[in-house]
């Protein structure tokens, strides 16, 4: 029955985030008539492709990637608004991705890990990693705490500087690719911007989902729905063996 519930709970979340983003074989509704932004030459909808009854917000013209007119509290009043939000939501989707993996991880690891060094694991007795709803914060040393808040702080200051240094700078912009991911051609910048948004705001979702589900059903994610996390083999030789 949990594992049921955690798949249904998994799978509203996806249909959640689809809601909000763009759809490519996506038409445009009769009634959402057409208008011409002053600083494109775009076709933009009348009304919201997210929330189609109502109109889409003025400030978001389909200019950046994942924008599908989804503001239903007019948060972004002004351009100076979305480009703000814009990048404390590329700060969130990336912390969120990296949370996303890393919580699963330490559930899987954490233990092995701590006995091979010697220290106590941080992992509760029902193999819950450490969070506001779960506890156990205070196990986590203070230095690794300082670390990552100044760690988090450098790396703030340095996108404010190259914010306020660089004329053209797109929100989220670090200059950071190391691995020379980022394509050359402005229609590949695009598809790999969208993709980034895409998985960040799913990742945001799945966090809250970890969070809530261990929190509710008082089990770890990865003892929760092994199937998402271990090898297939692993997780259904139980359900083999009551089978023979």
């Not at 450490?130 to 340095?158: H, Q, R, T």
Request: aromatic letters at 8%; charged letters at 25%.
């Amino acid at each position: 029955m949990k594992t049921l519930t955690s798949i249904l709970f998994i799978s509203s979340a996806t249909c959640a985030v689809n809601a909000f983003l763009p759809s490519h074989s996506k038409k445009i509704n009769e009634r959402n008539t057409v208008v011409f932004s002053r600083t494109s030459d775009k076709k933009l909808p009348k009304f919201s492709q997210s929330i189609p009854f109502l109109e889409r917000p003025k400030e978001l013209k389909l200019e950046l990637a994942g924008d599908v007119g989804f503001d239903p509290l007019n948060f972004a009043k002004n351009q100076d608004l979305l480009s703000e939000y814009r990048e404390a939501e590329i700060k969130h989707s990336r912390l969120a991705m990296l949370a996303a993996a890393g919580w699963p991880l330490s559930e899987l690891l954490d233990r092995n890990i701590a006995d091979s060094i010697h220290q106590d694991t941080l992992l509760d007795v029902n193999d819950r990693v450490p969070s506001l709803a779960n506890g156990g914060m205070d196990k986590v040393s203070p230095e690794w705490w300082g670390f990552c808040i100044g760690l988090a702080a450098a790396i703030d200051l340095y996108g404010v500087n190259r914010a306020r240094t660089i004329d053209d700078y797109t929100p989220g912009d670090l200059g950071f690719d190391p691995l020379n991911l980022y394509p050359d051609t402005g229609s590949d910048q695009e598809r790999m911007k969208l993709a980034e948004i895409k998985h960040g705001r799913l990742a945001m979702i799945a966090i809250v989902a970890f969070a809530v589900q261990e929190f509710v059903t008082n089990l770890g994610v990865v003892d929760e729905t092994p199937f998402f996390f271990k090898p297939l083999l692993q997780t259904l030789k139980p359900v083999l063996e009551g089978l023979i």
